[in-house]
């Protein structure tokens, strides 16, 4: 899994929540910004990662599990055989 597909899924199951990344980190009890575009890079130009805790969160504000949001994250080229 890369980098852009860990964000571009938060995003989609933003999307499936009717929810904006802003509103679902505040809803999960995150920083408004946390989610968003601007804190996925660091100044320096290295991609930043969500941590486990705050997806975690993300999930329980949300009534969902890992395997909820694995359905957003793309499937291994060798897995679609």
């Known amino acids: 899994m890369t980098h852009a597909d860990m964000w571009n899924a938060i995003d989609d ?15 999960s009890g995150l920083d408004s910004t946390t989610l968003n575009r601007s804190k996925r890079w ?3 130009g290295k991609p930043r990662w969500p941590s ?4 975690a969160k993300v999930l329980d504000s949300n009534n969902a599990y ?3 949001f694995a359905r957003f994250c793309p499937m291994p080229k060798d897995a679609e055989k």
Do not use: P
């Not at 199951?13 to 809803?27: I, L, Q, V, Y």
């Open 13 to 27: 199951f933003a999307r499936s929540r009717n929810m904006t990344c802003s509103c679902m980190a505040r809803r």
């Open 42 to 44: 660091t100044r320096d």
């Open 52 to 55: 486990m805790q705050s997806l």
């Open 66 to 68: 890992m395997i909820d």
